[in-house]
C-alpha cells in the first residue's frame, strides 16, 4: 500500500493541514484514523524519546486534534461546542454522518 492510499496517512496529513481549521466537516474514520495516528506518534516518541519528548508531542497535537474533533461534530450535524460536553461528546463522534 503506497503513503498516497493509505487511510491512515492520509487522514493524518488532512489533520495537520487543517490543524487549525475549525470549520467544515471530518468523516468518521478521517477522525479516528488521526487520533490513532497521533496516539502512536506519541506513545512512540515517549519510548524511543523518553517522557519528555511524548509531552512535547501530547502538546503538539492539541490543536490538531481539538480541531478534528469539532470538524467531526459539525459532519454529525452538532455544533462544535459540544466538545466542551463530557460524556456526550464521545457518544457523538462515534455517531455515523449527516446527509
Same mark, same amino acid.
Given at each position: 500500500?503506497?503513503?498516497?492510499?493509505?487511510?491512515?496517512?492520509?487522514?493524518?496529513?488532512?489533520?495537520?493541514?487543517?490543524?487549525?481549521?475549525?470549520?467544515?466537516?471530518?468523516?468518521?474514520?478521517?477522525?479516528?484514523?488521526?487520533?490513532?495516528?497521533?496516539?502512536?506518534?506519541?506513545? #512512540?516518541? %515517549?519510548?524511543?524519546?523518553?517522557?519528555?519528548?511524548?509531552?512535547?508531542?501530547?502538546? $503538539? =497535537?492539541? &490543536? /490538531?486534534? #481539538?480541531? %478534528?474533533?469539532?470538524?467531526?461534530?459539525?459532519?454529525?450535524?452538532?455544533?462544535?461546542? $459540544? =466538545?466542551? &460536553? /463530557?460524556?456526550?461528546?464521545?457518544?457523538?463522534?462515534?455517531?455515523?454522518?449527516?446527509?
Amino acid at each position: 500500500m503506497s503513503e498516497s492510499t493509505n487511510p491512515i496517512f492520509l487522514a493524518s496529513r488532512d489533520g495537520l493541514n487543517r490543524y487549525a481549521d475549525f470549520s467544515g466537516k471530518s468523516t468518521r474514520s478521517q477522525y479516528w484514523y488521526f487520533v490513532l495516528a497521533t496516539n502512536v506518534a506519541v506513545f #512512540i516518541g %515517549a519510548l524511543l524519546g523518553g517522557e519528555l519528548v511524548g509531552n512535547v508531542l501530547s502538546v $503538539f =497535537f492539541i &490543536v /490538531p486534534t #481539538i480541531a %478534528a474533533a469539532v470538524r467531526r461534530l459539525h459532519d454529525v450535524g452538532k455544533s462544535g461546542w $459540544f =466538545f466542551l &460536553v /463530557p460524556i456526550y461528546n464521545i457518544i457523538l463522534l462515534c455517531t455515523v454522518s449527516k446527509m
